[in-house]
């Protein structure tokens, strides 16, 4: 906004910025919405600041008197900038606020909505940027502000039309974090890190929304991208996490709970923790040869892993600790040469 329009009304500029509580975010969206329009005076943004006050109350809504005092005017800016957004571009303005509060990848965008054409995608972008409603980080790299993302939640998460998006970001991020291997170079952990918290995302936030093919794969590959670093403290919650959202949807007798049983087994086994990893390794033992038959490759891992675990048991002379289960106290004498 040019400094002689500044000073042409310098009277109403100086009672905006305290109506907005001289908030950065709060005036740079609200400069950007007169930028955009040259004919619009400071006295008509008063008024439709004035118009949007009660939607901006509905997004502080569980917001403290001190809080709600201090986010107001972002609000009313948001709402504002709000209004000027064509359908197409509040709609990717709600899938942006899916993602976790970190920088976005715009690859991982275009994957949520492939069915947009990518110059149609990119023009969506531009007005976001355009209302200052999302900031470039770097070459293809974007992230909203955190408030911003905060109002776009309230306002649009909830709505039962928002869930086809939801469930789009779902499916996207768990196909991205198939890329999380057992094993990490240092160049895959550089390269993974800024996926790992949108994945998070997935599995905590938006879980309902991941298919049942899906619903444990985001928590597990987080589980999968600590621990292949050696961060098993890191890593036991996402593999918690998997092995409950797996029993929660899929039951206690399903593949993927085995083999969530079995990835929890081996951190166990990595921290010593034998007496715990035990239970897991014979249930899982017992679904998969189920579900799956003795001749399956899934069964086949599980029982190695059992094996391994007693070998470790075994070589740390705490034998005494493993339970009398048959199954366990057979493959022990095996092990022992008996």
Same mark, same amino acid.
């Given at each position: 906004?040019?400094?002689?329009?500044?000073?042409?009304?310098?009277?109403?500029?100086?009672?905006?910025?305290?109506?907005?509580?001289?908030?950065?975010?709060?005036?740079?969206?609200?400069?950007?919405?007169?930028?955009?329009?040259?004919?619009?005076?400071?006295?008509?943004?008063?008024?439709?600041?004035?118009?949007?006050?009660?939607?901006?109350?509905?997004?502080?809504?569980?917001?403290?008197?001190?809080?709600?005092?201090?986010?107001?005017?972002?609000?009313?800016?948001?709402?504002?900038?709000?209004?000027?957004?064509?359908?197409?571009? $509040?709609? #990717?303005?709600?899938?942006?606020?899916?993602?976790?509060?970190?920088?976005?990848?715009?690859?991982?965008?275009?994957?949520?909505?492939?069915?947009?054409?990518?110059?149609?995608?990119?023009?969506?972008?531009?007005?976001?940027?355009?209302?200052? #409603?999302?900031?470039?980080?770097?070459?293809?790299?974007?992230?909203?502000?955190?408030?911003?993302?905060?109002?776009?939640?309230?306002?649009?998460?909830?709505?039962?039309?928002?869930?086809?998006?939801?469930?789009?970001?779902?499916?996207?991020?768990?196909?991205?974090?198939?890329?999380?291997?057992?094993?990490?170079?240092?160049?895959?952990?550089?390269?993974?890190?800024?996926?790992?918290?949108?994945?998070?995302?997935?599995?905590?936030?938006?879980?309902?929304?991941?298919?049942?093919? %899906?619903?444990?794969?985001?928590?597990?590959?987080?589980?999968?991208?600590?621990?292949?670093?050696?961060?098993?403290?890191?890593?036991?919650?996402?593999?918690?996490?998997?092995?409950?959202?797996?029993?929660?949807?899929?039951?206690?007798?399903?593949?993927?709970?085995?083999?969530?049983?079995?990835? #929890?087994?081996?951190?166990? $086994?990595?921290?010593?923790?034998?007496?715990?990893?035990?239970?897991?390794?014979?249930?899982?033992?017992?679904?998969?040869?189920?579900?799956?038959?003795?001749?399956?490759?899934?069964?086949?891992?599980?029982?190695?892993?059992?094996?391994?675990?007693? $070998?470790?048991?075994?070589?740390?002379?705490?034998?005494?600790?493993?339970? %009398?289960?048959?199954?366990?106290?057979?493959?022990?004498?095996?092990?022992?040469?008996?």
């Amino acid at each position: 906004m040019g400094v002689d329009r500044i000073n042409a009304q310098l009277v109403d500029a100086t009672a905006l910025c305290a109506r907005l509580g001289y908030l950065p975010l709060a005036l740079e969206l609200v400069g950007r919405y007169l930028e955009l329009d040259e004919d619009l005076t400071l006295v008509e943004v008063q008024a439709e600041l004035d118009e949007m006050r009660t939607y901006a109350y509905a997004l502080l809504k569980d917001e403290s008197a001190a809080t709600m005092t201090a986010k107001l005017g972002v609000a009313e800016a948001f709402e504002l900038s709000l209004r000027r957004l064509d359908d197409a571009s $509040q709609t #990717l303005a709600t899938l942006l606020c899916l993602f976790a509060a970190t920088p976005i990848a715009w690859e991982w965008v275009q994957a949520c909505l492939a069915d947009v054409p990518t110059p149609t995608l990119r023009q969506q972008r531009n007005k976001l940027l355009q209302n200052s #409603l999302l900031q470039r980080v770097d070459q293809d790299i974007y992230q909203l502000h955190p408030l911003i993302q905060e109002f776009l939640r309230v306002r649009f998460a909830a709505l039962d039309s928002t869930a086809p998006l939801q469930q789009s970001y779902c499916k996207a991020i768990a196909q991205a974090a198939n890329q999380i291997g057992q094993t990490q170079t240092q160049d895959d952990i550089l390269r993974l890190t800024p996926l790992i918290p949108h994945i998070e995302e997935a599995a905590t936030t938006w879980q309902r929304f991941l298919t049942d093919k %899906d619903v444990i794969k985001p928590a597990n590959r987080v589980g999968m991208f600590y621990y292949s670093q050696g961060a098993f403290r890191q890593a036991e919650p996402w593999w918690e996490m998997a092995l409950q959202s797996g029993r929660d949807r899929l039951g206690n007798d399903h593949p993927s709970v085995a083999t969530s049983m079995d990835n #929890l087994a081996l951190l166990y $086994q990595s921290q010593g923790r034998y007496g715990e990893a035990e239970p897991l390794c014979l249930t899982a033992t017992a679904i998969v040869y189920k579900r799956l038959g003795e001749n399956h490759p899934n069964t086949q891992t599980t029982a190695d892993n059992f094996v391994g675990i007693l $070998q470790a048991v075994v070589a740390a002379g705490q034998t005494s600790i493993l339970s %009398d289960h048959p199954i366990t106290q057979a493959l022990l004498r095996q092990l022992q040469g008996q």
